[in-house]
């Protein structure tokens, strides 16, 4: 039988041995069932990926949901880029749908979603999802549970210089308004309002200094704090 394919000269006047060896691949974990995929359709599991721009200004964090080869769920998530923001909304648009080889060749219009989008697609492909071992793996939208009341990323920013310290500004709590310190200068806790169930409550009718005070509280040995500062004047 002859080559389909083009063949050098050499090739061609070679004789032929025949192949004994005809295993298919390795299989891999995929929602709790172990499947030697050999097309994208043979592909389910939800994880997530890190990506960051050329420059590095930049990142984003992308957590797919593959069922049989085709994204049902994303969140894309990004930070220290303003223009990253709307590349994430564009991009939002863009992956549900499409197969996980076509998200992997698509513009994704921001260059730190599509690295996301690389580191991603091997995870998945090779199973290393965080489904592999979970019978049936995750419901579409379990990529929510990452965001918390309030369905608000979770940001940690901090600030700091040698000549006057460190600056809480955000935790996963939500905004720091106070850093408490002790009699060393310490920080020992900090007092914050979780901005995520604020906005919910104004939404939901409460009047918006109401729902600030509702939403203020304390980690840490705050109340025991000798100084408290506001981390963004002081």
Known sequence: MSCPYQCSHEVEQMCRVAKGVKHGPAPIPEEGKWVKSKQISDISG???GIGWCAPQQGCCKLTLNVKDGVIQEALVETLGCSGMTHSAAMASEILPGKTILEALNSDLVCDAINVAMRELFKQIVYGRTQTAFSENGLPIGAGLEDLGKGLRSQVGTMFSTLEKGPRYLEMAEGYVLEIGLDANDEIIGYKFVHLGKMMEAIRN???????????????????EAVKKIDPRKQ
């Open 205 to 223: 009718g409460a009047a918006p200094a109401e729902a600030f005070e509702n939403n203020v509280k304390s980690y840490g040995r705050f109340d």
């Open 46 to 48: 939800l994880t997530h």
